[in-house]
């Protein structure tokens, strides 16, 4: 009987000392993962101290399985969800998201655009009573002890406002993480990188998402010189119907000499920094 009390109580502190490692592991290093959903964008964001950010959900409840690759079973919270656009390869995977994990806050540019998704995503946030805020440059996040969320675009409020092509109404940011940084622009075109350059905004990042899924119809050379990335990454599906990325970025990205990196070709792309 006393021998397997000890046996027990050896076992209870074994688990304890596992579980206190499990929870400790990962908040020595920065994650930044390109999820696999697709033709879409989707990006998961582990700060060291263990605060979990999503951009963008991808185009289907895909992203379920991907977040169930890099979000640790434990924590079925994400602290905070920005959506780049309302376009359905951007909001349509984060309906289930929110309704299955924990999201405490979420950030949008909130233009009108009608897209069933999106009006479900938005009742979502208000049953949940998850708090909804809007994107201005400026208005920079911390997440936790360590990164910077300092968004670029748009510069004024754009509530109510109709964009004829909503991709250049993409909400673009930069994360900032102990002399790192990566920047992304959802599908924002040239017309949305002009003003972004124009701003005067500081824009240099270690690794680049390219906008619009590596479309000719973004990734200028002048916003490409203000970014100077060394990593450019690319979102796209396997043969998708649009020919993304189209060869005229590859080409502009080749003779840059940057290093591409691409889900349709690697799967997820992950980035972890110590
Ligand atoms: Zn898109």
Redesign the pocket.
Known sequence: MKNSFKYIAGLVVCLIIGLFLIYQLPHQKMLVSFLNVGQ??SIFIRTPDDYTVLIDGGPSANVLDELGEVVPIYNRTIDLIILSHP?A??VNGLVEVVKRFKVKQVLIVGTPYHNTFYKEFLRVINQNEISLNIARANNDIKVGDYVYIDILWPIKSMVGKHFENVNNASLSLRVLFEGHSVLLTG?AEIEEESEIVASGFDLSANILKAG??GSRTASSEIFLDKVDPETVVIQTGIQNEFGHPHKETLRKLFKREVKVRRNDLEGRVDFIFD
Do not use: M
């Open positions: 879409g964008d376009h390869d951007h599908d619009h899924h």
